[in-house]
């Protein structure tokens, strides 16, 4: 359970966000305690594979995810619920099998928000693939200059 304003929590069926969390004012926050109310500003209803999906980014937090929890909610295996996705780290030396966890290698550490994005439910990958941004980028690096630096060159 989140404490605090803006504070997020995870029952693995909802995600609450408290309130404060976009207007950063504690009044709200401290008002809703006095009343004896959860300071909620936000709950949202997860579906089972969007709920392992934040599961899996939220375990992101202490580097890598607990299989024996994720297990235990969910009763089914990570590599179950994911299967292309733990073949993909594993492969490519992101993350590896170690003390019951799958756990970021010192790459997967550079790599972050791919690996994180891996574990996504369809839905939210297939929202990141639609935005639009970074198509049809072909500019040659003189063009990138002479749009950032106004056309000066050190060699003029």
Known sequence: IGV????????????????????????????SVELGRFPIQDLYHLSRRAAMGKMASVSFYYGGICLESFERIFQEPLSSAFPDEVAFVQKYGLMHMTDGRLQLTETGKKHLGG????????????????????ENIEISLHELHERTLGGTRDSE
């Open 4 to 31: 605090g304003l803006g504070a997020q929590s995870f029952s693995h069926h909802t995600l609450q966000y408290n309130l404060g969390a976009v207007t950063k004012k504690l009044e709200q926050y401290v008002r």
């Open 115 to 134: 690996v994180i994005s891996l574990f996504y439910s369809p839905s939210v990958k297939q929202h990141i693939v639609d935005l639009r941004g970074g």
